[in-house]
Structure formats: structure tokens, C-alpha cells
């Protein structure tokens, strides 16, 4: 009886959720072996041909060419067992050199197939991890327990193998796939491992968690689209059929695994902890100087994560987990801004502090870069430019880190920066800042220089797209105009969502911010 198989667009590499149909390359009423591939498709990286893992008749797709597809929408669907099995010409004339040894297998009889041990060793074509011979000794042994089972064995031994490739039982005119010529079925060594009746055929079944029986007789294929997620868990030896998957209709994604490998090493840390420590001789200076450790858990102060702290804790964590950020970094001379702040302070008038002019920098290289005066919009798949920039500062205070905004940094000079810095430190060290005072940033800038460090990876303040990092300013050896002399000099870094722009863009702004710092007259061009 013909089984209908989906199978859906697999994971094509790290990062690629989704990708564009090309080109169809089968019709429907086609017959296909295993890996044979069946359509091309354009992801953000490279133009890719997916194989297939079920061998039989193509009864629909899903898509027509130019269509957009995420990652696990159904691509097309396999009858498999409705037609005579596809032979090694057929095979080799759709472009698959390995399919021939699966074109004919079979499972136990009324089944579609055997499926996972069959696809491992015959899969020729590779897709991120899709489909890759077998080592021997992960093959399926049967137990020669009866005359035809033996008769194979010793075929097989003496190099004979069937058209199934060697060790799978192959189709025998006039018998039933799945049998052998005596219409018999294999006997299963249940001491190695027991057929899986209802995997169908072509699924891969990589790594040892798909060699280990199925708990049922009733249980069908792992719900494991990517072959990453089958080569983690096989390198990690986690069993896939355990895991419940998170993701649509139970598919077992990455998160799953890496969860369920972290889980296992903590059960294996509390296992250890909870073995009684070996005792030692019982001397007065064994007692006197074994460590805390050893003589039981010491009792540590426990700091609740709450207010000022804990909004920070939430809001670091939501960036380190839903952003993809990226640093770059530059020394620069700061020799000249340094002086131009001297001679400005000394012209009269309110005194311009360091950040002010910092600050002017940024806001003339937002409105070079506005990729970086950004936030992405994560449900609706777009970057959200914001044509205000809202400049927020970190300031510590006796409370923690907090981020005051000023806001229309753009349209504000030096002076008028710097009383709003002065005015909104003053009320965050009061402790008196309002929510609409620490919200609505749109870029950061954090001067950990005051606090006599040299450099940093600043954390993106959520949902930020970019940050910069000031170190403190030093005299260190410099070559100035073909000279060597000792010169103000800053580290500058820069951190930004690599969703937002690419490299180019940020070494950019960065080199601009550099470019100012070193030669302030720079600034002319754009006030």
C-alpha cells in the first residue's frame, strides 16, 4: 500500500530561515529516488539545489517559481511503494550516483519501508549534512535464523551484493518488496535492534539516537527537519525520539537539543555533588586546613534581582538573546579635540564637557549612517529608521547603570548638550528620573573611560541597533606626521545588530567618529 510522504524545506545553514523557489526540476507524476534533487532555491547566501529523502511518485508541490517558502513549509509530496521501484539507470540518469541502492528497498511486509538504516547507507548527495554513507558498523545486522536470511548473508559476504545494495533485502520478481525469494521475512536480531516498521523510507537516520529502537511499534518518523540538529544530537548522544520538539507540530529544533545536552550536564554536575566526600584521616590539621568545599556547601549571600538591577539584568539579556551584535573598534589621536575643548572653555561662556562634544560627533555621524538610528521590527520583519535621534548616556549611580535619553540630540549644539547631560545625571544620581527620561533611545553612547578602562564590547541597549564605547584618554607613543611622539590617544568601539547594516556600514560611522576625534574641523562640513 502506497504511503504519501511531505517533505518540507529543510534547514539550509545557520542563520537562513527562509528562501525562494527557482526553479522546479521534477513535475508532478515524476518518480524520484532518494536525494535526487527536486527543486532550486535562493537563499540570502547562495543558490541551492535540495535533494529529496523519499524515493517514489512526486503527487504534488508547493509553490510555484518566485514564491518565498520559511523553513519547514511543505515543499512537495512522495507516494512512496505506488509505483515499481525506481531502477539504477533511472536513478543515475536523474543525476543521484548513490540512489540505486535504495531505489528498491523495502521494509517488512505492507510496510512503505525500512526507511532510516536504508538511507544511510545509500544517500550519495549531501545537503548540509543531508544524506551521508554509513559507517559499517552502524548498519543493521540480521541474525541468520532461517536458510534465506543465512543465504544473503553469505552472498553478501562473498561480495554478491543485490541490487538494494549489501545487507537490504531488494525486490525479487513476483514476490512482495521486503521478502526474499522465498516470500520470508528477515529475521531481526532483537539483541542489535529491531525494525522500525513505520519510519518511512528515505528519512535519514543519522547518529546513534537514530539507531536505538523505537519505543513503538506505533511511533512514526523523528520530527527532525534539519541535518544539523540530527549531527548535533549524534555528536552529543542525544537520543531524538526522547525529545519533545518546540517547534511547529513538535518539529525538534536546535534549541531542543542543546537544551536537553545542558540538561544532562547539569543532572551529571548534581550527581557528582551529591556523592559523599571520601573521608580523610581525622587529624587535627587535616581538620584544621581542608578547604570550605570539602567539609559541605558554605552558605552564600543571595542579592535579589529586583528594581534598577533587575530591569537592567532583563533588559542585557533580551539583547545578548535576540540580537546579533557585532564589534569593531579604532585607536584615534585625540590630541586636537582635546585642545579645541581647552580653547573653547577658555573663549568664556558655560564650559563644554568631553561627552558634549562626543556626542556632537555621533549625532553628525547618525545623519551620515542612519542605518545605525535604527530598531528592527522583529514580527513584522523590518528595519525601522528613526529620522529623530534620541541620544541615551550611561550614567552609574548608587541605584546601578542607568541610560537617560536626550532627546532631538540632533538639532542640539555642544552647550545645550551639555547642561541636558548635566541636568539628566544630576536627577539620576537623585534617583528622580522619570520613565520617559530612560526610554525611547535610539543610540547609546557610554563613556567607560571615567571608569580608567581602556576598552570594552558595549551590549546594545535593547531595542537599540547600535552602541559606542569610549575608553579612557591616555598619552601613548603615536606617530604624528612621520614622527614619533606621545599623543592623546582613545579607543573607540563600536557595537551594532548586524541585522540593521553590514560591516561596511559600521566601519564607517566608526572611522567618520575616528576621523572628528583626530581633526574636529571635520565637524565644519556638517554644522
Known amino acids: 500500500m502506497a504511503q504519501v510522504l511531505e517533505f518540507k524545506l529543510p534547514d539550509l545553514g545557520e542563520g537562513l530561515t527562509e528562501a525562494e523557489i527557482v526553479r522546479w526540476m521534477v513535475d508532478v507524476g515524476d518518480v524520484v529516488a532518494v536525494d535526487q534533487p527536486v527543486v532550486e532555491v535562493e537563499t540570502a547566501k547562495a543558490m541551492v ?11 504534488a508541490r508547493f509553490g510555484d517559481e518566485g514564491a518565498e517558502l520559511p523553513v519547514g513549509a511543505p515543499l512537495l509530496t512522495v507516494a512512496v511503494g505506488a509505483t515499481e521501484p525506481v531502477s539504477a539507470e533511472d536513478a543515475r540518469s536523474a543525476g543521484n550516483a548513490g540512489s540505486a541502492g535504495n531505489a528498491g528497498d523495502a521494509g517488512s511486509a505492507g510496510d512503505a519501508g525500512s526507511g532510516a538504516s536504508q538511507a544511510e547507507e545509500a544517500s550519495g548527495n549531501v545537503l ?3 544524506g551521508t554513507g554509513a559507517r559499517a558498523a552502524r548498519r543493521r545486522r540480521v541474525r541468520p535464523a532461517s536458510p534465506t536470511v543465512a543465504d544473503r548473508s553469505a552472498s553478501r559476504a562473498g561480495g554478491a551484493a543485490g541490487p ?15 521478502t526474499s525469494s522465498a516470500g520470508r521475512e528477515p529475521v531481526w ?11 518511512p523510507r528515505g528519512i535519514p537516520a543519522m547518529g546513534d539516537a537514530a539507531l536505538k529502537p523505537a519505543p513503538s511499534a506505533h511511533e512514526g518518523p523523528v520530527a527532525v527537519i534539519s541535518p544539523l540538529v540530527r549531527r548535533l544530537a549524534r555528536d552529543n548522544g542525544v537520543d531524538l525520539r526522547a525529545l519533545r520538539g518546540s517547534g511547529p507540530d513538535g518539529l525538534i529544533l536546535r534549541v531542543d537539543v542543546e537544551h536537553a545536552v545542558r540538561a544532562r550536564a547539569g543532572a551529571a554536575e548534581q550527581h557528582v555533588a551529591a556523592q559523599p566526600p571520601v573521608p580523610a584521616p581525622v587529624t587535627a590539621t587535616a581538620t584544621e586546613t581542608a578547604p570550605a568545599a570539602a567539609r559541605g556547601p558554605a552558605a552564600g549571600e543571595r542579592i535579589p534581582l529586583r528594581g534598577v538591577r533587575g530591569a537592567v539584568a532583563d533588559k542585557l539579556s533580551r539583547s545578548r538573546r535576540e540580537i546579533p551584535d557585532a564589534t569593531c573598534w579604532v585607536d584615534a589621536d585625540a590630541t586636537e579635540l582635546m585642545a579645541a575643548r581647552t580653547a573653547m572653555n577658555a573663549a568664556g561662556g558655560p564650559k563644554i564637557s568631553l561627552l558634549a562634544l562626543l556626542a556632537r560627533i555621533c549625532t553628525a555621524a547618525l545623519a551620515r549612517y542612519p542605518e545605525l538610528n535604527s530598531t528592527v521590527d522583529a514580527d513584522a520583519r523590518e528595519i525601522v529608521r528613526i529620522p529623530e535621534v534620541r541620544l541615551g548616556f550611561a550614567a552609574q549611580t548608587d541605584r546601578g547603570l542607568v541610560v537617560p535619553v536626550v532627546r532631538d540630540a540632533g538639532n542640539r549644539t555642544a552647550e545645550s548638550l551639555t547642561e541636558e547631560f548635566a541636568r539628566l545625571t544630576d536627577r ?6 522619570t520613565p520617559a527620561d530612560l526610554t525611547g533611545g535610539t543610540f547609546t553612547l557610554n563613556n567607560y573611560g571615567v571608569f580608567g578602562v581602556d576598552g570594552s564590547t558595549p551590549i546594545i541597549n535593547h531595542p537599540e541597533a547600535a552602541m559606542l564605547g569610549v575608553g579612557r584618554i591616555v598619552p601613548k607613543p603615536w606617530v604624528h606626521e612621520g614622527q614619533l611622539a606621545v599623543r592623546q590617544v582613545v579607543q573607540l568601539s563600536l557595537t551594532f545588530d548586524h541585522r540593521v547594516c553590514d560591516g561596511g556600514t559600521a566601519g564607517g560611522f566608526l572611522r567618520y567618529v575616528a576621523d572628528c576625534v ?5 565637524l565644519l562640513r556638517t554644522l
Open 428 to 433: 539620576a544620581r537623585q534617583g528622580t528620573l
Open 128 to 130: 548540509v549534512g543531508y
Open 518 to 522: 583626530e581633526r574636529p574641523a571635520v
Open 189 to 199: 536480531d532483537s539483541a542489535v535492534e529491531s525494525p522500525a516498521p513505520d519510519v
Open 49 to 59: 539545489e535540495v535533494p529529496c529523502p523519499y524515493a517514489g511518485v512526486v503527487t
Open 164 to 178: 538494494s545494495g549489501p545487507g537490504v533485502a531488494g525486490p525479487v520478481p513476483g514476490g512482495t518488496p521486503g
